[in-house]
């Protein structure tokens, strides 16, 4: 760990062993999951996804004692959610903005028993009721989670997540930056922390790894803000622009598969619309959700590799505009803000 991140910061690394639960699920489950030749992870923020139950940290609008959020309306942005689901047929989900392990299990309990997600954990964070979730039709082997802190302020945990399908292990990461809240360039630092700590985990790295979630950051955003100071996300073209002393604080990408090498990641977009994004604000599109995979996912020689990637939209979760339907408590109709990410890889 470099100096500069040892004087700035303290990260926690916190195995969880869930061998135990794993046993338990698979003597519970009566169905079986046939290993495909390809797997498909979906990301997705999901906008606030809280239970009914009041424990007393939700914000006042989803707080059923506020009378604005109750059994109704959670149950029906479990099933708007649900049907996405079922409409990507995703192995993988990584979900953002989850309450509490019972929005999970209640997802999956009661709207998609049949779909073969054994393998379900909210994230949790303390004293956050906006975590990072994964259900998943092949085994979690383990968990690895890591708590940033920058000065007084404690950030979203980064968590590695990790899986063997057909023999092959991979991990995936999973992230939800700090938002723009307070403005981009005073909460700059706080992304940068965390793009920080991934490029840590990706850098030496053997394994196939996918690093997902909403970064709260365009992908163009160096650009964007006109290259007047550094930024979490930074194309590997523009890596000069930064100061050699800043460079390792940044998650550097690259459009060009030929460049994808060590911890250049490759992004997913470069592979979608370029019209396109996953959130709409300010009348214009952003690309603040993020699928990256390293090279030997590229790579044509290895395995797993990436033979697709997509932007799921559906009727029920754009309105009019085209733009992503927010969940309304009066109609109870939309999923969330945001669109999702979807890429399948072949092993």
């Given at each position: 760990?470099?100096n500069?991140?040892?004087?700035?910061?303290?990260?926690?690394?916190?195995?969880?062993?869930?061998?135990?639960?794993?046993?338990?699920?698979?003597l519970?489950?009566c169905?079986?999951?046939?290993?495909?030749?390809?797997?498909?992870?979906?990301?997705?923020?999901?906008?606030?996804?809280?239970?009914?139950?009041?424990?007393?940290?939700?914000?006042?609008?989803?707080?059923?004692?506020?009378?604005?959020?109750?059994?109704?309306?959670?149950?029906?942005?479990?099933?708007?959610?649900?049907?996405?689901?079922?409409?990507?047929?995703?192995?993988?989900?990584?979900?953002?903005?989850?309450?509490?392990?019972?929005?999970?299990?209640?997802?999956?309990?009661?709207?998609?028993?049949?779909?073969?997600?054994?393998?379900?954990?909210?994230?949790?964070?303390?004293?956050?009721?906006?975590?990072?979730?994964?259900?998943?039709?092949?085994?979690?082997?383990?968990?690895?989670?890591?708590?940033?802190?920058?000065?007084?302020?404690?950030?979203?945990?980064?968590?590695?997540?990790?899986?063997?399908?057909?023999?092959?292990?991979?991990?995936?990461?999973?992230?939800?930056?700090?938002?723009?809240?307070?403005?981009d360039?005073?909460?700059?630092?706080?992304?940068?922390?965390?793009?920080?700590?991934?490029?840590?985990?990706?850098?030496?790295?053997?394994?196939?790894?996918?690093?997902?979630?909403?970064?709260?950051?365009?992908?163009?955003?160096?650009?964007?803000?006109?290259f007047?100071?550094?930024?979490?996300?930074?194309?590997?073209?523009?890596?000069?622009?930064?100061?050699?002393?800043?460079?390792?604080?940044?998650?550097?990408?690259?459009?060009?598969?030929?460049?994808?090498?060590?911890?250049?990641?490759?992004?997913?977009?470069?592979?979608?619309?370029?019209?396109?994004?996953?959130?709409?604000?300010?009348?214009?599109?952003?690309?603040?959700?993020?699928?990256?995979?390293?090279?030997?996912?590229?790579?044509?020689?290895?395995?797993?590799?990436?033979i697709?990637?997509?932007?799921?939209?559906?009727?029920?979760?754009?309105?009019?505009?085209?733009?992503?339907?927010?969940?309304?408590?009066?109609?109870?109709?939309?999923?969330?803000?945001?669109?999702?990410?979807?890429?399948?890889?072949?092993f």
């Amino acid at each position: 760990m470099q100096n500069s991140l040892k004087n700035r910061i303290i990260i926690y690394m916190k195995t969880r062993n869930i061998f135990p639960v794993l046993i338990l699920v698979l003597l519970l489950s009566c169905s079986c999951f046939v290993p495909a030749e390809s797997l498909s992870i979906l990301s997705y923020n999901v906008q606030n996804l809280f239970d009914d139950v009041a424990d007393g940290g939700e914000y006042h609008n989803y707080n059923p004692e506020s009378g604005q959020w109750g059994s109704e309306m959670f149950q029906n942005k479990l099933n708007n959610l649900a049907e996405v689901i079922r409409e990507t047929d995703a192995d993988i989900v990584l979900l953002f903005e989850v309450e509490n392990q019972n929005c999970i299990d209640s997802l999956v309990r009661f709207y998609l028993p049949t779909r073969g997600y054994r393998f379900n954990y909210c994230l949790d964070q303390e004293n956050s009721n906006i975590n990072s979730a994964v259900i998943s039709r092949i085994p979690v082997n383990e968990v690895k989670t890591h708590r940033l802190e920058l000065g007084r302020s404690i950030l979203r945990n980064i968590n590695e997540v990790f899986f063997e399908y057909r023999g092959i292990e991979f991990e995936i990461i999973l992230n939800h930056w700090k938002s723009k809240l307070g403005g981009d360039e005073e909460t700059e630092e706080k992304r940068k922390l965390s793009a920080q700590t991934v490029r840590r985990l990706i850098q030496n790295n053997p394994l196939p790894v996918i690093v997902a979630g909403d970064l709260n950051e365009d992908l163009y955003e160096f650009k964007k803000q006109e290259f007047r100071y550094p930024t979490a996300l930074v194309s590997k073209k523009n890596l000069h622009r930064i100061p050699k002393e800043e460079r390792n604080r940044c998650l550097v990408f690259s459009e060009n598969k030929e460049e994808v090498k060590g911890d250049v990641l490759y992004s997913i977009w470069s592979e979608l619309p370029p019209e396109k994004g996953s959130y709409f604000y300010s009348s214009e599109w952003e690309k603040i959700d993020h699928i990256f995979v390293n090279e030997p996912i590229i790579d044509p020689t290895q395995k797993p590799n990436l033979i697709r990637c997509e932007i799921p939209e559906y009727d029920f979760m754009v309105n009019r505009n085209g733009k992503p339907r927010s969940f309304s408590t009066k109609t109870f109709t939309g999923v969330s803000d945001h669109f999702p990410l979807l890429i399948e890889l072949e092993f």
